[in-house]
């Protein structure tokens, strides 16, 4: 078997990217490449099952978002979750926008980079991890599992799993590479991006280098709710000054067996949450402002992979990551009482050194028509933290400052490690089920910290999981699918040990070591229908969340503020209804309707509402690509529903968040080649209506989105 066959069979089964894009060779798909696209089912995925298979057949809900689309949109891979059924991003800005999935988001979604772990155990429950960490300009590929996938990832995947995948590598002797430069008139963002790939025979490399410097964007005049602008408005720390850099090195040791090393650096200056100034929002609104002046994140990850017959084995996979994150927090919060005048101020300043060791050792092994998929992972963060935070109360007599430095969370070690197993069975032709099951042992404990005098703590969660899968074929390009399983996750540092003046701020945290892992039992059952260029898609889904972590208030207050803290509430249920349709025509013409209602609901508290999410939301999508590929063209229309299910007196909006329609367009013009030089571009606007809204996400802590927001990137290849 030469070594290009081999790269096809490998990359799809054990480097988590598609045949189609191994068989391009590593290339990026120029528009002309994409002018009969296959459509979304049609697409290979690897995330929900470890193994190589079509959309249509995976016994799961997966989304895939492939570089012709994200090329498309000019924009970061977690921007374009907003335009799919079931996804969602929270946050707002180039640095801090946080995918969500069905209704949950932060530590209850898993992120993975390249098929491992990305997620630490020391970020606020609802806050998850950043994306950008990845580097958008090296990822080339995204699939997303819609609900639990405990049983191959491990805790957090409660919600559901996103893998940032990079570009696969050269499959033959070849250099080629991209030079891209991207404007956008929101914050005047300049992101510069140059790719570089090349093979020599065994040996393949890949590197890629990007740059983003982006202003605090402005938000336009208009109504929202209870909300009134009557000029644009500035959305203070909406911008970052970031980098990244990566590199991959692969050598083939034989045919059928690889060995590679990646790299992976970034790091972001003056980020933020983004706010906008209380005054304009309405009488005693709090200052909320949150700050991370510096974030550097470095990422080391070594691997072996093959397919051999070894007698317990057709496929190994062997890898292990190293990565560290230091980054510096700067929180400002003022918090106004009814007198004029009077409140608390507080401004904490928290640096958070971590470190993190894993790895992952996984089998597959083909017995007749049956798959078995198993190994075991494992993680240890290692945490250290140092805070400086001062309290100020005035309006009652001479002003009180109070200081202190004693760390909001203890230095601390959080370790996991499971073993899985998976298998995939066809009892009968048109029936494949895939039964899969994990033993997880976690452990968090704090370790000594200067200035902090507390005992050491200990707590250790263990946890089984188990899924069942199937997908039936009850007719030619018509599949039915249905699915049950059983989630964890298990609290991590910050829940657990953190004590002090919340950063979100209107609160002092207190901690709580006696938390139990949250665990999940996810049922749904779905339809594919594949008709030549006609496709369906639709799931009805229900996650109940058992052990539920929620903030709740305890009744006392420390330094005048009200008191909370982290404890399981009883039971939280997210249910509801995705369907996706669309057609995809020979002449270039193409066009897709999503619909999605979710529904999220406090079982144990009747009453109390939970929704982090949008109600409903239905998008609408024509594009042509012109035959020839010289020219494609598109419009996409958004539309998401009244949220009623609003925690009262915490936003400035009201009792409800307002429906809100967007609408974008799109186009994309190949230029005249220079000496096999490829030039595209691409033009993308945003929110064309110039209109006043913010995602449901950001609207208890109001940042809207920006105006009308105009796009450009020009793309070089060769």
């Given at each position: 078997m030469g070594t290009?066959?081999?790269?096809?069979?490998?990359?799809?089964?054990?480097?988590?990217?598609?045949?189609?894009?191994?068989?391009?060779?590593?290339?990026?798909?120029?528009?002309?490449?994409?002018?009969?696209?296959?459509?979304?089912?049609?697409?290979?995925?690897?995330?929900?099952?470890?193994?190589?298979?079509?959309?249509?057949?995976?016994?799961?809900?997966?989304?895939?978002?492939?570089?012709?689309?994200?090329?498309?949109?000019?924009?970061?891979?977690?921007?374009?979750?907003?335009?799919?059924?079931?996804?969602?991003?929270?946050?707002?800005?180039?640095?801090?926008?946080?995918?969500?999935?069905?209704?949950?988001r932060g530590q209850r979604v898993l992120l993975l980079a390249d098929g491992?772990?990305?997620?630490?155990?020391?970020?606020?429950?609802?806050?998850?991890?950043?994306?950008?960490?990845?580097?958008?300009?090296?990822?080339?590929?995204?699939?997303?599992?819609?609900?639990?996938?405990?049983?191959?990832?491990?805790?957090?995947?409660?919600?559901?799993?996103?893998?940032?995948?990079?570009?696969?590598?050269?499959?033959?002797?070849?250099?080629?590479?991209?030079?891209?430069?991207?404007?956008?008139?929101?914050?005047?963002?300049?992101s510069p991006?140059?790719?570089?790939?090349?093979?020599?025979?065994?040996?393949?490399?890949?590197?890629?280098?990007?740059?983003?410097?982006?202003?605090?964007?402005?938000?336009?005049?208009?109504?929202?709710?209870?909300?009134?602008?009557?000029?644009?408005?500035?959305?203070?720390?909406?911008?970052?000054?970031?980098?990244?850099?990566?590199?991959?090195?692969?050598?083939?040791?034989?045919?059928?067996?690889?060995?590679y090393v990646r790299g992976a650096w970034y790091e972001a200056r003056r980020a933020g949450f983004g706010y906008v100034d209380p005054a304009l929002l309405g009488p005693n609104q709090p200052l909320i402002q949150i700050r991370y002046p510096a974030q550097d994140f470095a990422r080391y990850a070594v691997g072996y992979r093959g397919a051999a017959s070894l007698g317990i084995s057709d496929r190994f996979d062997v890898s292990g990551y190293t990565q560290r994150n230091e980054r510096e927090l700067d929180t400002r919060v003022f918090v106004p009482f009814s007198t004029p005048g009077a409140g608390v101020t507080s401004h904490s300043l928290n640096f958070t050194d971590l470190e993190t060791f894993g790895g992952r050792f996984e089998l597959a092994k083909a017995l007749g028509s049956h798959i078995v998929t198993y190994g075991i992972d494992?993680?240890?963060?290692?945490?250290?933290?140092?805070?400086?935070?001062?309290?100020?109360?005035?309006?009652?007599?001479?002003?009180?400052?109070?200081?202190?430095?004693?760390?909001?969370?203890?230095?601390?070690?959080?370790?996991?490690?499971?073993?899985?197993?998976?298998?995939?069975?066809?009892?009968?032709?048109?029936?494949?089920?895939?039964?899969?099951?994990?033993?997880?042992?976690?452990?968090?404990?704090?370790?000594?910290?200067?200035?902090l005098t507390a005992p050491l703590l200990e707590s250790r969660d263990r946890s089984t999981v188990w899924s069942a899968n199937a997908v039936y074929r009850l007719l030619q390009g018509v599949n039915v699918i249905g699915a049950?399983?059983?989630?964890?996750?298990?609290?991590?540092?910050v829940e657990r040990f953190f004590e002090g003046a919340a950063p979100e701020g209107g609160g002092f945290q207190r901690a709580n070591t006696d938390l139990d892992a949250e665990t999940s039992r996810n049922v749904e059952v779905g339809a594919r229908l594949q008709r030549r260029a006609w496709y369906l898609e639709s799931f009805i889904f229900r996650n109940d969340i058992y052990d539920a972590i929620r903030t709740v208030a305890t009744g006392d207050s420390v330094n005048r503020q009200p008191a909370f803290q982290n404890r399981n509430v009883g039971r939280l249920r997210i249910s509801g209804v995705e369907a996706t349709t669309g057609l995809q025509l020979v002449s270039g013409l193409h066009g897709s309707i999503s619909l999605t209602r979710l529904d999220?609901?406090?079982?144990?508290?009747?009453?109390?509402?939970?929704g982090d999410s949008y109600s409903s939301k239905a998008v609408a999508d024509v594009g042509y690509h012109q035959p020839g590929g010289v020219f494609s063209l598109g419009y996409t229309v958004r539309h998401q529903g009244e949220q009623k299910e609003v925690i009262v007196g915490t936003n400035p909006i009201g009792s409800v968040i307002p429906a809100f329609t967007t609408h974008s367009a799109r186009a994309q013009l190949r230029l005249p080649s220079v000496r096999q030089v490829h030039n595209h571009l691409s033009l993308v606007v945003d929110n064309i209506g110039d209109k006043l809204y913010a995602e449901f996400p950001n609207a208890s802590f109001f940042r809207p989105e920006p105006g009308r927001n105009v796009r450009l990137a020009l793309v070089s290849q060769f």
């Open positions: 290009s066959t081999f790269r096809s069979g490998l990359v799809a089964a054990a480097l988590l990217v598609s045949p189609i894009e191994a068989r391009s060779q590593g290339r990026d798909t120029t528009a002309r490449d994409t002018v009969r696209r296959a459509t979304p089912l049609s697409t290979v995925t690897v995330t929900a099952t470890r193994t190589a298979r079509r959309t249509f057949d995976t016994p799961q809900s997966i989304v895939v978002l492939d570089s012709a689309q994200l090329r498309e949109k000019i924009a970061p891979p977690i921007e374009l979750f907003r335009d799919v059924a079931g996804l969602d991003v929270s946050g707002v800005g180039s640095n801090q926008r946080r995918p969500e999935i069905r209704g949950l491992l772990r990305l997620t630490n155990a020391r970020r606020q429950q609802d806050f998850g991890e950043l994306p950008a960490l990845a580097g958008d300009g090296a990822v080339s590929r995204v699939e997303v599992v819609r609900g639990p996938a405990s049983v191959l990832y491990g805790s957090d995947a409660i919600g559901g799993v996103i893998n940032l995948i990079s570009a696969p590598l050269p499959g033959s002797d070849d250099l080629h590479g991209s030079i891209a430069y991207r404007y956008g008139s929101a914050g005047k963002e300049s991006n140059v790719t570089l790939a090349g093979r020599r025979g065994r040996v393949a490399v890949r590197l890629n280098a990007g740059y983003r410097d982006a202003e605090a964007y402005r938000a336009p005049a208009g109504t929202f709710g209870n909300i009134t602008f009557d000029d644009d408005v500035r959305v203070h720390d909406s911008g970052v000054r970031d980098r990244s850099h990566d590199a991959t090195l692969s050598f083939d040791v034989s045919s059928a067996q690889e060995v494992w993680f240890r963060d290692r945490s250290r933290n140092t805070d400086t935070s001062t309290t100020r109360v005035t309006g009652f007599g001479p002003p009180s400052t109070r200081t202190n430095n004693v760390p909001l969370v203890p230095n601390a070690t959080f370790r996991q490690a499971g073993a899985f197993a998976q298998v995939e069975l066809r009892p009968v032709e048109r029936l494949t089920a895939v039964l899969g099951a994990r033993f997880q042992d976690v452990m968090a404990a704090t370790r000594p910290t200067p200035r049950v399983g059983r989630g964890f996750r298990s609290p991590n540092l999220g609901r406090n079982v144990s508290t009747p009453g109390s509402p939970i």
